[in-house]
């Protein structure tokens, strides 16, 4: 099984950058499409990008489409998330997760706080 590490969570302004990291451990790293959640305070956890084993395939949601980009670096097992011209907003738990091709979310980080002050 895969264990999963965020960091680089932070306190930054509005139109300000970030870059989220995701260390992977315990198994081979390009079995695994890897993605990134987040759940701001009251509201649901929501899908934010994932990212194919070939680091080319990629998805987005609509709210981050255009300032996020995802990728791998499959010989370093990590995956990165870097977000660009961030919102209010984009405040949220983001947590890195992985799965096996198009099955369950089944592994995840504990999580790193992005804060975007106004």
């Known amino acids: 099984q895969v264990q999963l590490a965020e960091s680089g969570g932070g306190l930054v302004q509005a139109g300000g950058s970030l870059s989220l990291s995701c260390t992977a451990s315990?198994?081979?790293?390009?079995?695994?499409?890897m993605g990134w959640f987040r759940q701001a305070p009251g509201k649901e956890r929501e899908f934010v990008a994932a990212?194919?084993?070939?680091?080319?395939?990629?998805q987005y949601s609509d709210s981050v489409k255009g300032r996020f980009t995802i990728s791998r670096d499959n010989a370093a097992y990590t995956v990165t998330l870097q977000m660009n011209s961030l919102k209010p907003e984009d405040t949220a738990d983001y947590y890195c997760?992985?799965?096996?091709?198009?099955?369950?979310?089944?592994?995840w980080g504990q999580g790193t706080q992005v804060t975007v002050s106004s």
């Open positions: 997760a992985a799965r096996v091709g198009e099955s369950e979310w089944n592994y």
């Open positions: 315990g198994a081979t790293f390009r079995w695994y499409t």
């Open positions: 990212i194919r084993w070939n680091g080319i395939t990629t």
